[in-house]
């Protein structure tokens, strides 16, 4: 299994930017197609963007297309979320799992602690 740390949240004015990073240890994270979800207050988490293991697929929600970039590094073991244009709808906690290529449904329930992201008005 692997394990993965979120990072790089943060408090953001509306229309600025963020990068959050997803750092994975155990095992191999190159085997893996990873995905970001995000989940606000009284919501069910929902999913962000997804990426297959080389990088040469990826698929986004209606909501994050044209704002978001998701990309991976193998060689860092580490994923990555470029937010632009942020919103304040885009305030919620935002996780990464390991996910199905198929539909990037996660592959596992084993969730870390996200990284908070506040976008003020």
């Known amino acids: 299994q692997v394990q993965l740390v979120e990072s790089g949240g943060g408090l953001v004015q509306a229309g600025g930017s963020l990068r959050l990073s997803c750092a994975a240890s155990?095992?191999?994270?190159?085997?893996?197609?990873v995905g970001w979800f995000r989940q606000a207050p009284g919501l069910e988490r929902e999913f962000v963007a997804g990426?297959?293991?080389?990088?040469?697929?990826?698929s986004y929600s209606d909501s994050a297309k044209g704002r978001f970039t998701i990309s991976r590094d193998n060689a860092k073991n580490t994923a990555y979320l470029q937010m632009n244009s942020l919103k304040p709808e885009d305030t919620a906690v935002y996780y990464c799992?390991?996910?199905?290529?198929?539909?990037?449904?996660?592959?596992?329930?084993?969730w870390g602690q996200g990284t908070q992201v506040t976008v003020s008005s």
């Open positions: 990426i297959r293991w080389d990088g040469l697929l990826r």
């Open positions: 155990g095992r191999t994270f190159s085997n893996y197609a």
């Open positions: 799992n390991t996910v199905r290529i198929t539909d990037y449904r996660p592959l596992t329930d084993s």
